[in-house]
């Protein structure tokens, strides 16, 4: 739905993105405050904000999968382990730039995820969560007994640094991390808008009619599990770089569950939705991380083991309320709300 007034004379006009003087200037406003947050942003938000943007990246890929060509995976969080792995090598063991190293461990995750997503071809729902939750405990399996790329101690990954530029502060990573995920989040707004993109969402909505269109199921399945396993890698490249390690303990299944309710809350089959759901969890997980010592003072008898888990418990309770309230997630009630704006001064019921 477009603003009153505003009407497309062209097909160019008809296909953009942005579509009035008043969307550029919140989009470049957005652009100033991302690129200038490290000058005026404490460490601590910077902080938040890589962990958020890294999380975009990952979610894109998920939602790819999910939200667009209708799999559902439990492996995500082991894709992301991948791409750690192989980022690092490259960089330690082969000397590649980091720029290359981190789409390298995308290219390589990519083929690892087209590998493991083929049974998607034969089976879906249930089959294809256990097959997927079979490719994470693999993956891990291979990983912790390979110690040439790192084994169960995990390997350690030296100084971020694109030639003469050492990223040697959290603000100058924050930058980097956010160049991605602009980057990826464009990408990942064209791919509806794509023949490619048409045809995934064909193959979610409905197999068999999608079949009779003539659109080749197996292998729209096997490139969303190639694309979704590409963003994981590179995520999963940034967060091992950040940390300074690439190691298995920072991508566990509980990881991957909490993916997917990230975009049961933000919005499956959305660009925004990823981004809502990252940045409305990390609040829920700093909101639980500050109430737990109040709460453990109010009720002391729970334990600090208890107070400590506080923030999945939250988390729990989110994802339960918006499959029950606002299953379409967070997306949904902006659509609306900017649907309202567009139409005033007139109404319209939802």
Not at 225 to 235: K, L, N, R, T
Not at 241 to 262: E, K, P, R
Request: aromatic share 16%; net charge positive; proline share 3%.
């Amino acid at each position: 739905m477009r603003p009153c007034g505003v009407y497309n004379i062209s097909y160019h006009q008809d296909r953009a993105v942005i579509r009035t003087k008043l969307q550029w200037g919140w989009l470049i406003a957005l652009f100033v405050f991302l690129f200038t947050f490290p000058l005026f942003g404490k460490e601590y938000y910077l902080t938040l904000g890589i962990l958020v943007g890294i999380t975009i990246i990952s979610l894109h890929g998920l939602n790819i999968l999910l939200g667009y060509t209708g799999q559902l995976s439990l492996g995500h969080a082991a894709f992301m382990g991948v791409g750690a792995f192989t980022a690092v090598n490259l960089v330690v063991e082969l000397h590649f730039p980091l720029i290359f190293a981190i789409l390298g461990g995308g290219l390589v995750t990519a083929f690892v995820g087209i590998l493991f997503g083929a049974p998607a071809i034969r089976i879906k729902g249930f089959y294809l969560v256990m097959a997927t939750l079979a490719a994470h405990y693999i993956i891990f399996f291979i990983i912790h007994r390979w110690e040439g790329i790192g084994g169960f101690i995990g390997k350690l990954a030296p100084p971020a640094q694109i030639g003469a530029w050492a990223i040697d502060s959290t603000a100058k990573f924050y930058l980097l991390v956010v160049i991605f995920a602009i980057v990826g989040t464009y990408l990942a707004l064209n791919v509806p808008r794509s023949n490619t993109g048409r045809a995934m969402i064909a193959v979610r909505d409905q197999d068999l009619a999608a079949v009779i269109l003539g659109i080749n199921i197996s292998y729209y399945k096997l490139l969303a599990f190639g694309i979704s396993s590409f963003y994981a890698g590179v995520a999963g490249g940034l967060l091992a770089f950040y940390l300074g390690i690439a190691h298995t303990q920072f991508f566990s299944l509980t990881q991957a569950v909490w993916y997917l309710g990230m975009l049961i809350v933000g919005g499956l089959g959305s660009t925004l939705g990823p981004i809502f759901g990252a940045i409305f969890f990390q609040i829920i997980s700093e909101l639980s991380t500050r109430a737990g010592p109040f709460i453990l003072k109010l009720l002391p008898s729970i334990g600090e083991a208890a107070a400590s888990q506080l923030a999945n418990i939250f988390w729990a309770i989110v994802i339960l309320f918006f499959i029950i309230k606002e299953p379409r997630g967070i997306n949904h009630s902006w659509v609306v709300l900017k649907n309202l704006y567009r139409l005033h001064p007139f109404s319209r019921k939802y």
